[in-house]
């Protein structure tokens, strides 16, 4: 069944990592192992059973020591999955497709954001910049665009991109999630690029292309950042532990804080789901009490507000007194509903009356 199952494993990662289509092999060759030790009469897919032969592989995921941490079980399971589901289609063996079920994958544990307290932020930031090295300047170049360390690793030497006159941004490459974006940048970390272009060009021993060089390999650049943080953090006298991944929260709660809507901050981290936006912000009472504030003082409505809920006569222009009305109660309801098929047949009921107000106003013209 090997062939079968790294056959598999090729067609779903097709358009995934390497990294992706290694845990994907690995996964197939973990469970064939499994079945060679406890059950070596199944030699064909169609022997597959869940009991025993699923459930008694989960068990002994289960029973691993050290225990796998919640994920990486689930991402074992996961993958089991995707490739029986292939099995299934591929060598017309539907029942494989039911083997492994959704309810095999525990629930992911809800958390909490963890950006850097401010003191640690502002500690870490003055150290980082006093270093001026190469680990730190990469540090910084992380805090201040909300980057994967994986990103920021695969920067080429040339990542700065002119948009406009005096505008810059930095061109992030394909990364976790396999698309690429562009992330606006100020004169501070234009600044952060070109001190390490500067220490790239003295760099002579290596020519990569890469804005970080890789003496030995990317794992060791990472391993290389994830220890200069420590050491910094631990020089500042923060206890806690900290590590790369907090510099994104950070940045997406000072954007949201700043004035950055949901789908900006979204698009800056390079996420495809409001919902895994939401994870990384941090919205405090003082957040809350900010913006309810603001909104007493300066309201804003995305759909005039009518002069009046009612038609006052039966003219062209109460004709479009009602339209309006109805524009602002649509509106006000659409904006309180979560993204799904309501809220996407409002939008098309909304754009249906700007078309017949719009015509209305001929009326009135009239």
């Not at 406890?38 to 068990?59: F, K, N």
């Not at 002994?60 to 996961?78: C, G």
């Not at 009518?306 to 039966?314: D, E, Y």
Request: one cysteine or more.
């Amino acid at each position: 069944m090997a062939p079968l199952f790294q056959r598999a494993a090729e067609s779903i990662t097709t358009s995934l990592t390497e990294a992706s289509a290694h845990y994907y092999q690995c996964t197939g060759r973990h469970f064939l192992n499994y079945l060679d030790a406890a059950h070596p009469r199944v030699r064909s897919l169609r022997q597959l059973r869940r009991d025993p032969h699923i459930l008694d592989w989960l068990a002994l995921l289960r029973s691993r020591k050290p225990p796998l941490a919640k994920v990486t079980y689930s991402h074992y399971v996961i993958r089991l999955r995707r490739i029986l589901d292939e099995l299934a289609w591929t060598q017309e063996i539907p029942f494989l497709a039911r083997l492994v079920r959704a309810d095999d994958v525990p629930r992911p544990d809800d958390y909490l954001p963890r950006p850097l307290t401010a003191e640690h932020d502002q500690l870490i930031q003055r150290e980082l910049l006093r270093r001026d090295d190469r680990a730190s300047n990469a540090l910084l170049l992380l805090r201040h665009t909300g980057m994967r360390i994986g990103e920021c690793l695969d920067l080429p030497l040339d990542c700065l991109r002119g948009t406009g006159q005096d505008q810059w941004a930095l061109h992030v490459p394909l990364g976790k999630l396999r698309t690429e974006r562009l992330v606006p940048v100020d004169t501070f970390v234009r600044g952060i690029v070109h001190r390490l272009q500067l220490l790239r060009s003295q760099d002579t021993g290596s020519s990569d292309g890469f804005l970080l060089a890789r003496p030995r390999s990317r794992h060791s650049v990472g391993s290389e950042l994830r220890i200069v943080l420590h050491q910094i953090a631990s020089d500042v006298g923060v206890k806690t532990r900290i590590v790369p991944h907090q510099f994104r929260h950070s940045f997406a709660t000072e954007m949201l804080r700043a004035g950055a809507s949901l789908p900006v901050v979204m698009k800056l981290l390079g996420h495809q789901s409001p919902k895994m936006t939401m994870r990384y912000l941090e919205v405090s009472l003082t957040d809350i009490e900010r913006e309810f504030m603001l909104a007493q003082q300066h309201p804003r409505h995305w759909a005039p507000v009518p002069k009046s809920s009612f038609i006052s006569s039966a003219s062209p222009s109460g004709l479009l007194d009602s339209l309006r009305a109805a524009q602002h109660v649509l509106e006000m309801f659409r904006r309180n509903l979560p993204e799904g098929p309501d809220r996407r047949l409002l939008d098309r009921l909304a754009n249906r009356l700007t078309k017949i107000t719009a015509e209305a106003q001929t009326l009135d013209r009239g």
